[in-house]
């Protein structure tokens, strides 16, 4: 049983910065790529950044140049530095982990899920 922990979050005022982590019950190479999806309430969820085994990063277009995905593989965990953080980017982030299974020789992506962390950015 994979497991995903966050933790980081919490009351922020706009402009302001916070740093989000996530750990891994399992070894972080033995997922193709993790990253963050975030819900607002109302919302559906929505990508935020990912990170791939290579180091290859992509970002959801309302957060490039604002928030910087890394991987600690020293600490075992998952980094998302929010900076320059504004109202619209209050939800709850949650992390996610992605490999591939194969059934009947065909692939397919299975996603882990952490329970989240609540993000607010407000004055």
């Known amino acids: 049983q994979v497991q995903l922990v966050e933790s980081g979050g919490g009351l922020v005022q706009p402009g302001g910065s916070l740093r989000l982590s996530c750990a891994s019950s399992?070894?972080?190479?033995?997922?193709?790529?993790v990253g963050w999806y975030r819900q607002a309430p109302g919302r559906p969820r929505e990508f935020v950044a990912s990170?791939?085994?290579?180091?290859?990063?992509n970002y959801a277009d309302s957060v490039k140049g604002r928030f910087t995905i890394s991987r600690d593989n020293a600490e075992k965990k998952v980094v998302l530095q929010m900076n320059s953080l504004k109202p619209e980017d209050t939800a709850v982030y949650l992390c996610n982990g992605q490999d591939t299974f194969y059934y009947n020789h065909m692939p397919g992506t299975r996603h882990y899920w952490g329970q989240g962390t609540q993000v607010t950015v407000s004055s």
């Open positions: 399992r070894n972080w190479n033995n997922f193709n790529s």
């Open positions: 990170i791939t085994n290579s180091g290859t990063t």
